[in-house]
């Protein structure tokens, strides 16, 4: 199932955004012994750690279950600017939340280099998760060029990522910097169980348009679809980003 929610501003975007996941997590808490989230970076750090908190009376029965990881880092240090990690930590989504740390899982880059670190965050999440089923709820940005997590149009890792039976990948030469990062493939990304977009502003208008009414499945984020029929996938937007869109 695909939908659009579209709000009047990015602050009740956010708003409706976050009261999904409340939604999802309470739909999903009774059948699960822990819940997993994927976080993905940019404006979404700021976005979640403003609003989420905000909701906490209603997630405090099941901040225990909680366990969150990441859908993509740049294979720099966990207390770099650059490091989607440090974002949430600046921005004391964890602390809000009262999240243990424990129960946080940031893909560290303390390996020899970037394709081991991959390796080491996939045989993490197989450990937790034992199986290759995708995360409960997986929060994901776009790009002002279609990407979504750490995967690129025409790029290598989109293209070849698309068939990989990995979870992970490493991304050693990504056109946006810093050039290695590590990154959830498309189809892990779409055995998820909850895919949530959030897009605002009206620069993500006419790519919004491409991805999802034109199909452009030239476009990462186009392609990001359940791979199972129960899975549930929305978009969340503002009337901005919605100009060009036949809703």
């Given at each position: 199932m695909c939908a659009a929610v579209v709000s009047e501003d990015p602050a009740k975007t956010v708003k409706n955004l976050c009261r999904h996941i409340v939604q999802?997590?309470?739909?999903?808490?009774?059948?699960?012994?822990?819940?997993?989230?994927?976080l993905s970076g940019g404006s979404l750090i700021k976005q979640l750690s403003d609003e989420l908190p905000n909701h906490k009376q209603k997630l405090d029965a099941h901040i225990p279950k909680l366990r969150f990881l990441f859908c993509d880092e740049r294979f720099v240090p966990l207390d770099h600017d650059d490091?989607?990690?440090?974002?949430?930590?600046?921005?004391?989504?964890?602390?809000?939340?009262?999240?243990p740390p424990e129960n946080v899982f940031p893909i560290k880059a303390d390996a020899e280099n970037v394709g081991k670190c991959a390796a080491d965050y996939e045989s993490k999440m197989k450990n937790l998760l034992?199986?290759?089923?995708?995360?409960?709820?997986?929060?994901?940005?776009?790009?002002?060029?279609g990407h979504t997590c750490s995967l690129f149009p025409g790029h290598k890792s989109f293209i070849d990522g698309?068939?990989?039976?990995?979870?992970?990948?490493?991304?050693c030469d990504s056109p946006k910097p810093p050039p290695q990062r590590v990154t959830?493939?498309?189809?892990?990304?779409?055995?998820?169980?909850?895919?949530?977009?959030?897009?605002?502003?009206?620069?993500?208008?006419?790519?919004?348009?491409?991805?999802?009414?034109?199909?452009?499945?030239?476009?990462?984020?186009?392609?990001?679809?359940?791979?199972?029929?129960?899975?549930?996938?929305?978009?969340?937007?503002?009337?901005?980003?919605?100009?060009?869109?036949?809703?």
């Open positions: 999802a997590i309470e739909t999903l808490s009774p059948n699960r012994e822990f819940i997993t989230i994927g490091c989607t990690y440090y974002g949430f930590l600046k921005n004391n989504f964890f602390k809000n939340l009262n999240i034992n199986s290759n089923k995708g995360f409960d709820i997986l929060l994901l940005g776009i790009g002002p060029d698309s068939n990989s039976q990995s979870l992970v990948i490493p991304v959830l493939t498309l189809p892990y990304i779409n055995n998820s169980s909850y895919l949530f977009f959030c897009a605002v502003g009206e620069n993500k208008a006419s790519m919004l348009k491409k991805i999802l009414e034109d199909k452009d499945l030239s476009l990462p984020s186009a392609n990001v679809r359940p791979a199972s029929g129960e899975g549930v996938l929305k978009w969340f937007i503002d009337q901005a980003a919605s100009k060009d869109l036949k809703i």
